[in-house]
């Protein structure tokens, strides 16, 4: 599995996933499991669907970009 969602991707999908489950515990409903989906996919770094895709939301710094633009 290669890392293929970036830093604020990642805190956001922690956040809101975290929300989620929180509020499915406290409603005491079942819906909170979904929120395990983007904490899941937050805290690995990972989302198949971005892979998929063949997205990422992984920024590169400009040295990074420089050598990859010379290969």
């Given at each position: 599995?290669?890392?293929?969602?970036?830093?604020?991707?990642?805190?956001?999908?922690?956040?809101?996933?975290?929300?989620?489950?929180?509020?499915?515990?406290?409603?005491?409903?079942?819906?909170?499991?979904?929120?395990?989906?983007?904490?899941?996919?937050?805290?690995?770094?990972?989302?198949?669907?971005?892979?998929?895709?063949?997205?990422?939301?992984?920024?590169?710094k400009n040295h990074e970009k420089e050598e990859n633009q010379e290969n």
């Amino acid at each position: 599995m290669k890392v293929n969602v970036g830093a604020k991707d990642r805190f956001y999908r922690i956040m809101i996933g975290g929300g989620i489950f929180a509020a499915g515990i406290f409603t005491n409903s079942w819906i909170g499991i979904l929120g395990l989906l983007p904490w899941g996919t937050g805290m690995t770094g990972w989302c198949p669907i971005y892979q998929k895709l063949g997205k990422s939301t992984i920024v590169k710094k400009n040295h990074e970009k420089e050598e990859n633009q010379e290969n």
